[in-house]
Structure formats: structure tokens, C-alpha cells
């Protein structure tokens, strides 16, 4: 559940800007950046990667009773949450209007909430396989 929470907050919040010179001429969010009042969609695949990855988490919730189907879809999160984090990297790097001069790219700290939720992702799979073979060794008992 906090890792579901850790990305809808992420989703909804800035994950970086874009500076000249040390001044901040857009803001970057998962969907769009906010450059001079105007907003440009190009940073769009980051909200493509992220926001099934918040889906998948709440559905995998419900699927306490397949184990083998949950621990699956847990590692299906990790793929996509390195996968946000390859997109935000070549975001970072060609996103932002080339006219401004040199561009520098700056994270802000809600970018980080995808590797706490990998994390907890990775946990809730050692946990989801610790206990699947649990159950295997006490239908053995039987």
C-alpha cells in the first residue's frame, strides 16, 4: 500500500526543473513541463511507465490468492519503476527548448519515491515467495 501511495505522489508532483544559469525556467512533472506559463507535453512516456505501475500495485492487493500471480506482477512493478527511472534520465538529457542555452537538469526529491516503492516492491515479493513456500511445505506435512 505505501508503495501505491509513494507513486501517486510522485505522479502528482514536480520531479524536477530545467535551469539556465542557475535559474529555473521550467518545471517538470510526469506528464507535461511548465516552461514560461505554457505547458509541453514532451516528457509524456514518464506518465505512461508510472501510472500503470500505481495500477498494478492495487490490483496485485487483491490477488492474495495467487500468490505465484501476485509475486509476478510485484516484479512487473520493478521492471516498470527502472524503466521510469531510464525515461526520466533520457528526459532529463533532451527534454527543454534548446533556445534557452545550456540546459541543466535538476532533480527535486519526489523523483526518489519510485526507488523507495521499488524497494517495497522487492519486499513484498520476498515475502509473497517466503510464505508461498510456507503453504508447500505444510500441504507436504499433511
Sequence with gaps: MAAIILTVMCL?????SFKVAGIEVARVYNLWYTALGQHHFDTWPLMA??????????YTIFMYRNRK???LF???????IIGWYVCYFVVGQMTGNKSWGTVDFTPTWPAVFPAI??????????AILADEKLVKSMDRIR
Design 12 to 16: 502528482s508532483m514536480q520531479i524536477g
Design 49 to 58: 511507465v508510472l501510472l500503470p505501475t500505481a495500477v498494478i500495485g492495487t
Design 69 to 71: 500471480t501476485q509475486a
Design 74 to 80: 510485484c516484479l512487473l512493478n520493478v521492471l516498470l
Design 117 to 126: 516503492a521499488l524497494i517495497l516492491y522487492l519486499m513484498a515479493r520476498r
